[in-house]
């Protein structure tokens, strides 16, 4: 089966190029199931109920996210509704939402989607690698397949979790940095694996954000809004291809779509 | 004129990888100037004399770093005395050593080097901003071409620098995270850039680093020696096109070789 | 002569016990000269015109601050107004407002403040050692007593930074962590220092903030809006008996009010 | 019961001083049972059998630590047969040693003691907020008094974590900054608390480290080898007087020792 991630949808922006390509992309590979993060959909920080909406509608099965989830607070409640919404699985017990979930493809296929958040340069979470174990052990036999969202900053946690599960899930894409990465692969034991799948929004930017107050911050110091960019919205994505009889993957497919001005 | 930027080296099996393809390499893409980033190159942990020898010999012109530079306390009076090696400009004034350099091709085109390193979940170093500016100020009039490797971790850092940069040096080249990023790109005016080169050594591994020690201490916590990882070496780099009569970019082009078993 | 400096001001608790305490203090203990720091002065975050006024009226000389200065937009145009309001001297150039000052007690003896940061878990700013260094040259001759107030979060950055003054200055006071230390002394070149002043602002609370909110953030690990707690307030002060003859420190006395329920 | 706790012991002058002054302050304030923090007591880095047989010998009955105690590889097999040896108990599974212990006075009150460590600005530990509650679980009727040394860098973690445990401790005491603070005090709930009980060692330093080094590794940003400090040794430590009766505290008085050079 065909899976497609795409990665952190910032803004506006984002969310417009995502409306104008997924279709296309769904149909050119024959997707199957379609996962995006969406921390950043709703102007830069976290979700709201209508982006989910507006995701559904557009043939998103499931919206991951990370550090930016908590960013608008009248979602919150939410989180336990939508359960095609996750959070990382690694916060602390009690935290509103769901760490993964159970889903079906049309054709019946049953696909697991986990969601962890990275610890190093971030906040103070519950291991990731053991918290996945006792995800993985809730999920035995119940997906035929185990698609892995990992949201962190180091490269080194993120390559670490990968060999970790590497046989245990079909895939395990990294998302936070913003930048898709060139090391798309399949690990010895299986898993498909890529350190991040990068941004969903404008490249003239910084990392999605206007490149003129981004750049300011770094120079003065002090704190200035952010502003989410428009310019030259591009869509990062990746395909992956997956046995549903071993649950590991056979391919693994960078996707890069950008809209001529 | 063709520049190719090596991503970190690391350990003995970066070294070897780099001694099997370089000739290669600069040969089907007649490469007029070669510099490689070498914070890992002597075990995983800075420079040896005779791993900046080794380069030489291979035909590298420049040798780049970043935080791993002083990790050999032996090698740091040779910082002064090889003009060939830098060390991040942005370091506090009196620290052994170069941040940038003046070199020529064979054809005689004048290119300056400029090494500076991140702030963001890195050291307390001078402003990498400012002393970009102060650097190029002096390198000016003296230079047909400059190329920035800036080595730092957070992409929002990387691109800020690169969009403050744009037009006023050839390439910048972002370094330190050891994974290739796939957002190779001609800014707007002008100046090639790419996040991060990726790394030159054992793929099989956790950032070059044997991926078994790495994973234990991430799920223990607890201190462990690392390795250098050693199977499947490949090589990452970036070909840059440059127009020395505008100092700016025509191309840029991100090269991975690996080897077969 | 005597000086009173008094730690972080915590909002309305913090400066209802100043307005309280302070003029008994002064008449108490003879002081010629009063430093506060008041970074947290207006509803915990930042300054406010009105908050200003409101300690000048109470016989606050000089007001340092730290890096919650930034944090009420609209007083920032204040910052290059006031005289008597510090920021941090060692953020870049350009930034707003002054880092250091020349004041005069009634007496006529000359009072330079300097306010500094700390780089160590916090803002990567100038460094705080150089930077001392230009200011006191810049002071050199115009002040008979300088008073250093270093806002910083590790107490190895501030005992090095004393360290490094001493002889130079005639007290560096620490502040920022909101807690009192019990390290006051006189260093062996003749400078009066103490690790941080503590905070004037609620006892019953988290550093000043109310507890169960400060609690859950630690337990949840998602964002919660801090409150000001008000309950038994306190004010923790140090006074400092300097020598303005030689320009160093003959006392350092730790000051802590508590008032009755 | 009175409970001398002593704050961090660094290398050998901090070893010398706490063998010189602990019989005498035993005696003078009839103390029933000493706990000593000795994660720096071998040569600056974690432990040796040596020292804590020379601990043992001068009457420490526990022994507890923090970040540095996996300093010594040499001595890990050691933690998990000196029960008077404790590590924070926030670290994954699996580590070796215990984070909490139950021990007795001559008098026959029943102890208990346990060892967490923070995570702000530190590791990436499991929630020492949970963990406290698991461990004070199992210790639950086996103790007539607790004490709880929590080993961490940030005040607000640490005056939480004392909020989240008051009424449930007899006292908890920081550790790791190698600062004492004078915030010394009975929560509302009865528990004692102190930020941070200091250090024992060289106070003509910079948190026990020679002082030249730690400026010099300040201002030029480069590693240079840590040498412990040996003038003007100090002795930190806090007594507290306990009820038994209760498992509550009835009062708390910092120690401060020097000798005269
Ligand atoms: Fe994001
Ligand atoms: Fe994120
Ligand atoms: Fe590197
Ligand atoms: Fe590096
Ligand atoms: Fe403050
Ligand atoms: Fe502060
Ligand atoms: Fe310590
Ligand atoms: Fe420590």
Chains 1, 2, 3, 4 share one sequence.
């Not at 507006?54 to 099965?61: C, I, M, T």
């Not at 159970?102 to 979470?125: C, D, K, P």
Request: glycine share 10%.
């Amino acid at each position: 089966m065909k899976l497609l991630f795409v990665g952190d949808v910032v803004g506006r922006a984002g969310r417009q190029i995502l409306a104008r390509q997924l279709d296309r992309l769904v149909d050119r590979h024959a997707i199957d199931f379609v996962v995006v993060n969406g921390e950043n959909a709703a102007g830069g920080f976290g979700l709201t109920l209508e982006v989910v909406r507006e995701f559904r509608q557009l043939g998103v099965q499931v919206i991951t996210s990370g550090n930016h989830i908590w960013d608008k607070k009248e979602f919150l409640p939410q989180l336990d509704r939508c359960n095609d919404v996750l959070r990382p699985a690694n916060y602390p017990p009690g935290a509103p939402g769901h760490g993964f979930g159970l889903y079906e493809t049309a054709a019946g296929i049953r696909v697991g989607v986990l969601n962890l958040e990275g610890r190093v340069f971030m906040s103070n979470l519950d291991c990731p690698f053991r918290c996945a174990d006792a995800c993985l052990e809730q999920m035995a036999g119940r997906a035929d397949l185990i698609l892995v969202d990992f949201h962190a900053e180091a490269t080194s946690e993120k390559m670490a979790l990968a060999h970790y599960l590497d046989g245990r899930v079909a895939a395990l894409i990294g998302t936070h940095t913003h930048v898709p990465t060139a090391d798309e692969q399949i690990l010895p034991a299986g898993t498909a694996y890529q350190t991040d799948a990068g941004m969903t929004g404008s490249r003239d930017s910084v990392i999605g954000i206007a490149k003129d107050i981004a750049v300011e911050r770094f120079v003065t110091q002090l704190p200035a809004r952010f502003e989410v960019a428009k310019r030259q919205p591009v869509l990062c994505a990746t395909l992956f291809d997956l046995d549903e009889d071993r649950g590991l993957a056979r391919g693994i497919e960078r996707i890069f779509c950008r809209e001529e001005a």
